[in-house]
T-cell receptor
Framework: GEDVEQSLFLSVREGDSSVINCTYT??????LYWYKQEPGAGLQLLTY?????DMKQDQRLTVLLNKKDKHLSLRIADTQTGDSAIYFC???????????????FGQGTILTVHP | GAGVSQSPSNKVTEKGKDVELRCDPISGHTALYWYRQSLGQGLEFLIYFQGNSAPDKSGLPSDRFSAERTGGSVSTLTIQRTQQEDSAVYLC?????????????FGPGTRLTVT
């Protein structure tokens, strides 16, 4: 079955890098996503990576994918207090099935950035 | 452009009553999803509509839950005979398939409280 795991808490100092980790079990996952949720707000798509890629960089965000170990990470460079939020990783299934596109989420990592 | 909108933003209902939650997806998006977010269960997939295909209802927790999507646009999630365990934030998302990725954009959610 599908299972996505994340550590629950991460605390960093402003200006440092943050690394949020995620593991997943479904080897047929095609796309892996990172979402951000600020207090009282909906989910904001940050970035995603296709499963045949190892890395994707987008400004301060770097996504690393180790498909062999089913490990995904999100690195935020020069973390700011505005980055404090809950970060969810999610996977979606491969093409062809009726569940194509459906997201399975991890439980979320609460990132706290201290000044 | 306009994002995904949901109404109402908050709903308080008595146990046993029926509720209807509405989602207006982003114009032109062919896929629409419902998820719910609760403290105990995290983010759970409920149902998925893609174009004119039969919906994927595999995430609906009981037969008290149903959803429809009229005219390929607006969707309504109905919960009959609400129970206290239905209290959660119900999130709607829409997407347009782009190169195989279903980048899902979420609405702000409807917070349902069953008393």
């Amino acid at each position: 079955g599908e299972d996505v795991e994340q550590s629950l808490f991460l605390s960093v100092r402003e200006g440092d890098s943050s690394v949020i980790n995620c593991t997943y079990t479904d080897s047929s996952s095609t796309y892996l996503y990172w979402y951000k949720q600020e207090p009282g707000a909906g989910l904001q798509l940050l970035t995603y990576i296709f499963s045949n890629m190892d890395m994707k960089q987008d400004q301060r965000l770097t996504v690393l994918l180790n498909k062999k170990d089913k490990h995904l990470s999100l690195r935020i460079a020069d973390t700011q207090t505005g980055d404090s939020a809950i970060y969810f990783c999610a996977e979606s299934m491969g093409a062809g099935g009726t569940s194509y596109g459906k997201l399975t989420f991890g439980q979320g990592t609460i990132l706290t950035v201290h000044p | 452009g306009a994002g995904v909108s949901q109404s109402p933003s908050n709903k308080v209902t008595e146990k046993g009553k029926d509720v209807e939650l509405r989602c207006d997806p982003i114009s032109g998006h062919t896929a629409l999803y419902w998820y719910r977010q609760s403290l105990g269960q995290g983010l759970e997939f409920l149902i998925y509509f893609q174009g004119n295909s039969a919906p994927d209802k595999s995430g609906l927790p009981s037969d008290r839950f149903s959803a429809e999507r009229t005219g390929g646009s607006v969707s309504t999630l109905t919960i009959q005979r609400t129970q206290q365990e239905d209290s959660a934030v119900y999130l709607c998302a829409s997407s347009f398939r782009s190169g195989g990725s279903y980048e899902q954009y979420f609405g702000p959610g409807t917070r349902l409280t069953v008393t």
